[in-house]
Structures are given as C-alpha cells and as structure tokens.
C-alpha cells in the first residue's frame, strides 16, 4: 500500500519508478532493514542486495523480489534489467553521493533521472494505526524503564552510570533498541539543551534532565522529564514551573487544524515573559521511524496538524552557569484532538 501510495504521487510528475537508497525508506516501504537498494515500480518491489541479506528479505520483505548483487554484473546494469522498458526514474540525490549520482547516470543509458526530493518523507508524516501502535508501545517501555531508573537515582552517581542504566531497562523491557543517544545531564549540565552524559556526578540541589526514546518495530517515542536530586532553589523550582505551565498551556491547545507555529507562539510568548532567550529551539518535531521528520511546532511553521501526525511538545529553559530544565510528552493527532502516549508524572519529583 505504501509503495502503491509513492507511484500515484510519482505519476503525477511523469516518472514511473523510484530508487530508493536510506535504508529507514526502504524499511518503511518493503520492510527490510538491510543493506542495498529498493526499486519500486508499477508492478512492485525489487530488492537487490548481496548474498549475506538473501535470507534476510525473504524473511522481512516475502511480498519484494530479490537480485542477488555481486555475481558478475553491475547492481546498475541488474537494475535496468528489472525495469524493463521503464525510462524515467527518481532517485535520492538528497542522500546518495555525487560520485554514486554518476555512476547511476553513466550506467542507466536511456534513462532519465529525477530528483525523488521528499516524497517518502512527506508520506512518513501520517502515521496509519500500526505505527501509531508501535509508537504507543514504544512510549510505554520508555515510561516503564524510567520509572525503574527513579528507584535507583542517589547522589554521587554520574550523569554517564545513569544513562546506561536507563538504556538497559528499556533494552530489558522490551525495546529493539534506543531512538537517539540518552542525553542525561544535571546541574550546571542542564543548560546544554544537547548535552552528552559525562562523568560529573549529581548532588543534592541539583536539577536533572533525561531525554530518551525506547524504539518498537522501528519506530521510536521521545520524552523529556527533569526531576530535583533533593530539595533544590527557589531559583531553580521556578524554572521548573515555568516550563510545566508553558507545555500545559501548548497541549491545550493543540487540536486538529490548528497551525503549528501557532502551538510555539502560546509556550515561547510565556517562557519569554519569564526567561528572556532562554528558549532557544523549537517547540517540538515529528517523530516516527526517525526521531525528527516532519512537521515541526515551530515559528516558521505554517503547517496544520493533522490527524496521524505525531509530534513532541517540549519547552525548556536554560541559564547557563545555572542548569536547566526541559518537559517533554508527545501528542498523536487525532479527528477529535490528540493522544498523549506519555504517562510519566509530570510534576517535579524529588529523589
């Protein structure tokens, strides 16, 4: 059906195959998690790849062929014999390189190549019900392990001990793997939005953010909390309250239609009052098989939500030579308004 969806959209502009080489579009139109290359055209799919993955397909992919590559010919010279009398065909010149476009363009005679741009991108962003079933489920093992993670936390530990433990009980819980790197960061740390675990170990007074994503089937969830390692300042508590109410005031009014610079506006002017440029990214972002696809709360964004996007909403602020804090939950648009899949307690806990 995906890739049924990707030739309608293709006929429109006059090309009658695709050539797909990210392995997360391969995934998401054959389901094949390997190495080589997808061509779809209008009488299917076509996998070609070498001998260690033709197991692999038949497992992952039964509905595609498969062309075992490395045998004597050309992967260019096997894919144009699976196409036939085909001549246009699009391909990722936004991800292959441009030596790989040259090879393509020498060794395909007669055969006239597009840009494939976004087309793949753009059918991820509206997720059926099977991926929403995966997000979900990915969002339940996140909020499982982090609940773990909680009974564990004390002083002295290191932002890194922390971080590997968390992605051992996502691992344990269920998880295919992890959807980013953990970010885990405490004290003077949190004013890093992107910050990389490190050896500093937490102290009472400290503020510490976690940001991690649990993937199901290929698909990952993206969730933030921040929690007090003992009693922390006045100065600190109200950063926290500040985020806390600028995503409460963004859920609510989230709803199908609604423009997603919109939903930015109403978090950033109410962190802004309070902490001014200390909110310095976007509101949130499409997560799906990637953790960041499209569309984006942001203030450049004049795009509706939708049903069956999946986004994050997570203001933060951070002072540096302070620390930080950043709230996380995502929302799944739906006809009547959205589904939050993250159920970890959202006021501050304190350890």
Known sequence: MRAKRLMESLEKRGISAALIHRRVNMRYLSGYTGEG??????????????????EQVSRQSPQ??????????STEALILEEMGDIRTLAIEDNHITYPHYKSLEKNLPGVELSSLGGEI??????KDQSEIDCIVRAADIACKSFDQLLGIIRPGMTEKELAVELNYFMLKNGAEGTGF????????????????????????????????GAVVDGYTCDMTRTIAIG???????????????????ALEAIHPGVKCCEIDKIARDYIDARYPGAFGHSLGHGV???VHEGPVFARSCEEEALPGHVLTVE??????????????DMVIITENGYINPITAPKHLITI
């Open 37 to 54: 290359c997808l061509l779809v055209t209008p009488n299917g799919m076509t996998i070609f790849t070498d001998f260690r993955y033709i």
């Open 121 to 126: 991108e753009t059918l991820r962003r509206i």
């Open 288 to 290: 799906g098989m990637e």
């Open 315 to 328: 203001p933060g602020v951070y002072i540096p030579n302070l620390g930080g804090c950043r709230i996380e």
């Open 181 to 212: 790197d953990t970010i885990a960061c405490a004290g003077a740390n949190g004013s890093l939005p992107h910050a990389v675990p490190s050896d500093y170990q937490i102290q009472k007074g400290d503020l510490m953010t976690f940001d991690f």
């Open 64 to 73: 595609s062929k498969c062309v075992r590559t490395g045998m004597g010919k």
């Open 231 to 249: 009693e922390v300042s006045g100065e600190l508590r109200a950063i926290y309250d500040t985020v806390l109410n600028a995503q409460m005031l």
